[in-house]
């Protein structure tokens, strides 16, 4: 079973420099939403921001273990736009 902690490392490691949130959104370790920001985003389109996401965790994704990951992504400056939280 994985953990929101394992998957924020994981892409962090793929991703340096970006800022990473899982949370588990059913309790059993397989259903996740994400958001992440990261520079690796700027000029990119949406799409391929969320490729850039699922390729670090495709062993886990093909192996079903990771079953849903909802994605929010965003480049430092798209992130900043849209203003406190």
Known sequence: MLDAETL???LLDAL????VEFNDTTGTGDHFEARV???AFTGKTMVEQHQ???APLQQWLKSGELHALALKTYSPEQWKKLGPR
């Open 8 to 10: 924020r490392r994981y």
């Open 16 to 19: 340096p420099g970006s800022e």
């Open 37 to 39: 920001v990261s520079p």
């Open 52 to 54: 850039l996401v699922y």
